[in-house]
């Protein structure tokens, strides 16, 4: 009759798959979440870019009305306001005016840099300006004979 001793390999091998099972979840669970942070982030341009050109539509929306209001004659001046929120999908953004044919808004936010360009059609000549995010004044002047943006 041969006696046995007690092996230990049983014992080494539950504590190796423990630390093997604990190991490969890590890795697993770090690769979704840097793939999830780059859907994230493209998610956060998406919506960033759309924001902007809402934003520039409506801005350009109220310069062609007060353009319009202006081209009627008889009134000294015509000045609206266009409430516009003031950040954008968390970011804070700036408006350019660009005159010229034809007039552009140039949109553009600082976190992700992003850049949006929407055309402004007018009768009267546009100034060039730049104003940050929020309520923007619109301004026809007769004395001039533009329209001027501001905040």
């Known amino acids: 009759m041969r006696l046995r001793s007690r092996s230990t390999a049983r014992g080494v091998s539950t504590a190796l798959s423990y630390v093997l099972t604990l190991t490969i979840t890590v890795v697993l669970v770090s690769g979704l979440m840097v793939a999830a942070g780059g859907f ?4 956060h341009a998406r919506v960033t870019e759309t ?12 310069i062609e009305s ?11 001046s015509v ?3 266009v409430q516009l929120p003031p ?13 010229g ?12 840099s992003l850049t949006v360009r929407v055309p402004v059609k007018t009768t009267a000549p546009l100034d060039a300006g730049r104003v940050d995010g929020g309520d ?5 002047d007769t ?3 533009t329209l001027e943006v501001g905040a």
């Not at 994230?40 to 998610?43: A, F, Y």
């Not at 923007?136 to 026809?140: E, L």
Request: glycine share 10%.
């Open 66 to 76: 007060v353009d319009r209001v202006a081209s009627d004659g008889g009134k000294t």
């Open 87 to 99: 950040r954008v999908a968390g970011t804070t953004y700036t408006i350019e005016i660009v005159p």
């Open 40 to 43: 994230v982030s493209d998610e």
């Open 79 to 81: 000045n609206a306001t």
């Open 51 to 62: 924001e902007l050109d809402v934003i520039g539509n409506r801005l350009a929306a109220g």
């Open 143 to 145: 004395a001039s004979g």
């Open 101 to 112: 044919s034809p007039n552009e808004l140039v949109l553009t936010s600082t976190d992700p």
């Open 136 to 140: 923007v004044f619109v301004t026809y």
